[in-house]
């Protein structure tokens, strides 16, 4: 059973066009990720929830924003894409932000047209 | 500076022999580790980690990973690669840094095993 869900798979937006990826858990974890990657390159955080409290990486661009209206859900929003904002995001959950392995979603291609 | 290393950008094997993927790292403090495995247009899965304890530790699919504290090494090994195995695979380190903790990524290993 899908334990961290990212929908949709795949996007397509238009440059400068916003635009939300979504996720949703259902292991009642803590800690919520979001993570950047570009083609067979590591994973790049960009910001974190521990709970209600918003981590942003200090490199993030203001681009990117996001929200987690519950523990269930957490939310990236793209302000404006660039072309240069294509990749998968991957969003990931863990129960405690230090010993314990981080859930990964199945993550959503997007493509920037 | 805080840094993982994994010296191969790929690795070879054939199918029914030993694999290894390397993972070097430097940080401060005593580290948490982890390997991960992702298929292409996947996310990431755990494979294992290394917390504390028998440096030796199993985990999914058949894999294991041996904790070297005087190598700063946590390579990922198994007994008899899988052509299902070929994937890429990141090794991750999680440190205290201040009040915080922080997890650095491994640039990723391609493992092909051929029939």
């Known amino acids: 059973d899908a334990m961290v869900i990212q929908n949709p798979r795949y996007q397509v937006t238009q440059f400068g066009k916003p635009v939300t990826l979504s996720c949703s858990q259902t292991?009642?974890?803590?800690?919520m990720y979001w993570y950047q990657q570009k083609s067979s390159q590591a994973p790049k955080l960009l910001f974190h929830?521990?709970?209600?409290?918003?981590?942003n990486e200090a490199d993030t661009p203001d681009n990117f924003q996001s929200r987690r209206p519950n523990t269930s859900f957490c939310f990236l929003d793209i302000r404006s894409p660039g072309l240069g904002d294509a990749a998968m995001y991957l969003c990931?959950?863990?129960?405690?932000?230090?010993?314990?392995?981080?859930?990964f979603g199945q993550g959503t291609r997007l493509t920037v047209v | 500076a805080q840094s993982v290393a994994q010296p191969e950008d790929q690795v070879n094997v054939a199918e029914g022999n030993p694999l290894t993927v390397k993972c070097t790292y430097s940080?401060?403090?005593?580290?948490?580790l982890f390997w991960y495995v992702q298929y292409p247009n996947r996310g990431l899965q755990f494979l294992l980690k290394?917390?504390?304890?028998d440096n030796l530790v199993k985990g999914s699919y058949g894999f294991e990973a041996e904790f070297n504290k005087s190598q700063t090494s946590f390579h990922l090994k198994k007994p008899s690669a899988l052509v299902s195995d070929s994937a890429l695979y990141f090794c991750?380190?999680?440190?205290?840094?201040?009040?915080?903790?922080?997890?650095?990524w491994g640039l990723g290993t391609s493992l092909a095993v051929n029939p």
């Open positions: 990931a959950t863990s129960s405690r932000a230090g010993q314990t392995e981080a859930f």
């Open positions: 940080v401060s403090g005593n580290p948490y």
């Open positions: 991750a380190v999680r440190y205290n840094a201040g009040n915080n903790r922080k997890l650095i």
């Open positions: 290394y917390i504390t304890g």
């Open positions: 929830y521990y709970d209600k409290d918003f981590n």
């Open positions: 292991l009642n974890h803590n800690v």
